[in-house]
């Protein structure tokens, strides 16, 4: 097997880590916590050379997970936590389908890939969901560490821009939908693999 699995994982998780390795990768990672995914596992990551796989980033193509520390201290924000986190819920929209409470206007919604078929499209959705978290297990969060030092953790969801975005160059590229399907690569040169990056 031309991939490195940590941790210990069922027949059906193992089985589609090696199918996407064999259809083209150079290698591949099975983290710890890996689980059976879409064509690919949840925790899997395949390298491929001049290739995408589409189903590879999958629904997670406009996810963003990031933590940042901040100057505070724990002593700082403690006694003011719940004030803090009473703010982070009253001026960011959590939850599926949500607008964010306050526009954002930005440089990027003038680029010119929103020309791309169906991005395109969804330009004005994504202008209203930037800034929104989604549900499930996206979250923001604040963190302190060993040294007491205070970060903000945030794992903002796809929204609707990722699943819309996924599905069209999904289908596009003749992906099968559903769990024990074969990964979907284009090359990167391609228009699909193009218009895709």
């Known amino acids: ?79 003011r936590i719940k004030s803090i986190m009473d703010d982070v819920v009253r001026d960011i929209s959590f939850g599926i389908g949500r607008k964010a409470k306050a526009r954002v206007d930005h440089e990027l919604f003038e680029d010119e890939a929103w020309k791309i078929l169906p991005i395109g499209r969804l330009r004005e959705m994504a202008r ?20 007491d030092r205070i970060w903000v953790g945030v794992h903002f969801g796809s929204r609707g821009l990722g699943h819309k975005t996924a599905t069209h160059f999904l289908k596009a590229a003749g992906g099968k939908d559903g769990m024990d399907v074969p990964p979907t690569i284009v090359p990167v040169d391609s228009e699909i693999g193009s218009n895709y990056l």
């Open 128 to 147: 209203d969901q930037l800034g929104t978290v989604g549900g499930g297990n996206h979250y923001v969060d604040i963190f302190a560490d060993e040294e």
């Open 1 to 79: 097997m031309k991939a490195k699995v940590f941790g210990q994982h069922d027949e059906a998780t193992l089985r589609q880590i090696e199918t996407c390795v064999e259809a083209g990768g150079e290698r591949g990672v099975l983290c710890a916590d890996g689980h059976k995914g879409y064509a690919q596992p949840i925790g899997g990551v395949v390298a491929y050379k001049d290739k995408i796989s589409l189903s590879g980033v999958g629904f997670d193509i406009a996810c963003g997970n990031l933590a940042i520390l901040t100057d505070a201290k724990r002593s700082d924000v403690g006694p």
